[in-house]
């Protein structure tokens, strides 16, 4: 059974810093894809970045460029969002999303319907 567990999530003041991270259980966690998707209420579910646990290779929406960092400790089957010089546009729900491939499509698997394993998600608050 999958198992996607997120954490780290709280309120913040803008230009601060945040640290997420999203422990995986019942996967291969070597031979994935794991991803960071962000929804803020009324909004759609939107890729923030993702990771290729086998090359470490990252993609980041441009929104996130230079301020997030993802990364993994693949001994605790955990990867990690690193959310610096947050905005208050950076509220949102945070997910965890897990893809059974290898590869990220080369940075292509943005979309929700890309990744087949969810956690429950955990809230940011920025506040200005």
């Known amino acids: 059974q999958v198992q996607l567990v997120e954490s780290g999530g709280g309120s913040v003041q803008a230009g601060g810093s945040l640290r997420l991270s999203c422990a995986a259980s019942?996967?291969?966690?070597?031979?994935?894809?794991m991803a960071w998707f962000r929804q803020a209420p009324g909004k759609e579910r939107d890729w923030v970045a993702s990771?290729?646990?086998?090359?470490?290779?990252?993609y980041y929406a441009d929104s996130v460029t230079g301020r997030f960092t993802i990364s993994q400790d693949n001994a605790k089957n955990t990867v990690y969002l690193q959310m610096t010089s947050v905005k208050p546009e950076d509220t949102a729900m945070y997910y965890c999303?897990?893809?059974?491939?290898?590869?990220?499509?080369?940075?292509?698997?943005?979309?929700?319907?890309?990744?087949?394993?969810w956690g429950q998600g955990t809230q940011v608050a920025v506040s200005s």
């Open positions: 019942g996967i291969t966690y070597r031979y994935n894809c």
């Open positions: 990771l290729s646990t086998l090359s470490s290779s990252t």
């Open positions: 999303a897990a893809r059974l491939s290898s590869n990220c499509d080369y940075g292509r698997a943005r979309t929700p319907t890309d990744f087949a394993y």
